[in-house]
């Protein structure tokens, strides 16, 4: 699954990512309400985690922006606010949730497994890859109960496309999701990657789309 973490607080909001991703999701994490409102927007998520305090734009703000544009993308709000106005305040602007700081990682964990279940969504750490599945816990596709031995740098670019499946995937993401965000690597250093990773799938059905000068794409034969 995917989950947005929009939090200020960056060392509160890599404890988040890092509990989630331990837990096998895909974690995208924002510090900026308008650089969070531009991503939801063209990039979207499963599920969001939204702090209210934010620079840029604030969190209620970014809310209102995801409803007004009919976007249901289940949301819980963190605050350091407990007063009841702020709560009805957040709720009443598309919140599907409310916790309030400071909290502990199990009690957000619980949370979000709730959401996921009310809008019906997969809160799984094993994703289906048409005749495969790829297991986010120990990082292996599966072919049955056979793993193929991927290199590290193939899995996460098989994890980066598996995300964003049917949407284009710009050689920038794929290198932020390798390499981590700000590394100084030359776009290219990528296509390796994807070349072999794409030899590997044809043979189930599964295949990299190459948009040129815009990005790559998984397809799953159906």
């Known amino acids: 699954m995917r989950i947005a973490v929009i939090e200020d607080n960056a060392e509160l909001a890599e404890g988040i990512a890092y509990r989630l991703r331990d837990r096998g999701h895909s974690v995208d994490v924002l510090h900026d309400g308008q650089e969070a409102a531009d991503f939801l927007s063209h990039e979207g998520a499963d599920l969001v985690v939204l702090d209210i305090n934010l620079p ?3 969190g209620l703000a970014v809310l209102r922006g995801l409803r007004d544009r009919g976007d249901n993308t289940p949301v819980i709000l963190l605050t350091a606010r407990s007063d009841t106005q702020d709560r009805v305040t957040g709720l009443d602007a598309g919140a599907d949730d409310y916790l309030v700081k400071p909290f502990e990682m199990d009690e957000l964990e619980a949370r979000l497994r709730a959401l996921a279940r009310r809008k019906e969504l ?7 890859l048409g005749p495969l599945v790829f297991d986010r816990d120990s990082r292996q596709l599966m072919d049955g109960e056979t793993p193929l031995n991927l290199p590290r740098r193939e ?8 995300d964003r499946s049917g949407r284009l995937v710009s050689k920038s993401q794929l290198i932020a999701h390798v390499y981590g965000t700000g590394a100084d690597v030359d776009d290219s250093a990528v296509e390796p990657h994807v070349s072999r990773l794409r030899r590997r799938l044809q043979g189930y059905g599964i295949r990299i789309k190459t948009a040129r000068g815009l990005g790559y794409m998984l397809d799953v034969e159906t």
Do not use: I, Q, S, Y
Not at 155 to 162: K, P, Q, S, T, W
């Open 122 to 128: 997969v809160f799984t750490a094993r994703n289906a």
């Open 155 to 162: 899995v996460a670019v098989l994890e980066c496309l598996l």
């Open 56 to 58: 840029g734009k604030d």
